[in-house]
């Protein structure tokens, strides 16, 4: 006869109760089923085995870059022209047609270089991917805030990340010398060098930065005519920074600033909106420039290549569940829609690859399966079946036995393209191995310190002169050697916080990599 006392007792309230994922009620989830109260513990014991092993595997891999991070959700909301010029004359993008039309959209801000749980008030550029949730699919634009980047060809990629992260024998985190020992040998991160190391590499908050494309494009109207288009975030809430003082007081406090500020300002109901601007170009290779207009470490000039509005996105929502939503989203740059298209950019064609890769390793081989992940307003028919973790039951046509293409009995069909197939210019050449022609790698980055404001100026001298003290002399020397090819005052301010001056490094050889232009080798000759 069953002890009626020794039973633990149902609890006295409404509540919903616990079960395990087989729907059965847990009656206890305190003690395990063992062997008389001192054990030992049985195997069968399923819902012990169930959450133990769950648990076990509560952890995916992090993002092999930018793993530190925080998604939110709002919407875009198109223009439909500029003045009495309807954008469909430059694409034909459904979203971007009509005014007042909105897209749902989940964006993930992000820093590079840190782990998972790293401090979001390092100073590194800012990831800013967007997902927008189209009626002809979903379109991501996976940006950052500093509008170029360090380096021009993908195959680089994971070299550069090497030496951002920790020494891979002690796992040693102060990697300046890293940094710079690699920077000091490909000049084209110049550019960015002086965008990371100023105000820009500490944003004040996610609100408060501006966010870009960085990477080429082309936009295509219905006829087929191609333009070349990079994109801008603007934050209606300004473009606030941090000191690296500020940054270190706050770090102090909290490892995941951002995160907080921005999820606490969208329950606030501030509702951070940034415009979406484009710069438009004819697509061709532009010879009349110094520089090349599919070169990611360049920005186009304003004055040239004029901004035009084409939107606005406002986030209006923070994730329920930060793995589901967060973790396990998945941004690529392949994820385009009909009217929006890839340009030869070399480093946008090896990102392509590799979004999608590592997605298939980190969340797994059906991760567009997920709700964050799948095209929510476009219907979708594909003749994929199975792999691990198969969720949607995917039917096909009007006959599910049919997973192949082409058939009469039922699959699915080719669909019909809206306009025309072929589009673009022409493009001929021989299979090689070769930089670009036009790298023109340091003018840019003298400008933008000769344009900065005077604290901007100082503040990047102070944050290089810091971190390049903790470097080897022979790379700080090839660094301001670097700096005065950009520009005088920028070799010798950061020279004279290291004690090197112009005639320490004059005789130093251009790099075996480098091609110098006119204009460098003679900047080169009356260095300092
Ligand atoms: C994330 C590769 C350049 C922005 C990632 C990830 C990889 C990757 C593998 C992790 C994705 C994931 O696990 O879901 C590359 C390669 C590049 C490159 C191979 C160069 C060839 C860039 C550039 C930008 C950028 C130039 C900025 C314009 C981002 C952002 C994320 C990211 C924002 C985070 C996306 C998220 O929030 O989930 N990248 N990347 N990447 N990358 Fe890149």
Redesign the pocket.
Known sequence: MTDVASQPSAPADDRQVLTNRQGHPVFDNQNQRTVGARGPATLENYQFLEKISHFDRERIPE????AR?A?AFGYFEAYGSWGDEPIAEYTRAKLFQEQGKQTELAI???T?AGGRDSSELARD?R???VKMYTEDGNWDL???N?AV?F?R??V???DFIHSQKPDPVNFDRQVANRVFDFISQTPEALHMVTMVFGPRGLPASYRTMQG????TYKWVNAAGDTKLVKYHWIPKQGVKSLTAEKAAELQGQDLGYHTKDLYEAIERGEYPEWELQVQLMDDHDHPELDWDPLD?TKVWPENDFPLKPVGRMVLNRIPENFFAESEQ?????GVLVDGLDFSDDK?LV??T???S???RY??GPNYLQLPVNSAKHAKVATNQRDGQMTYVVDTGGENPHVNYEPSITGGLREATYPTHDDQGPEITGRLTRKRIPRTDDYRQAGERFLLSEQWEQDDLVLNLVGALSQCDRPIQERMVWHFFLCEDTLGRRIGEGLGISADDVRHLPPLASQTLTEQEQDRLANLG
């Open positions: 993002r092999v870059v930018h991070g998604t993930r801000f992000s590079v550029p990831g800013f991917a996976v940006g950052n500093m980047f380096i060809d993908a680089k990629f994971p870009f494309g960085v990477n990611d989203i998945a941004f690529g740059t480093m090896g990102r690859f590799s979004y890769d590592t997605q980190r969340v």
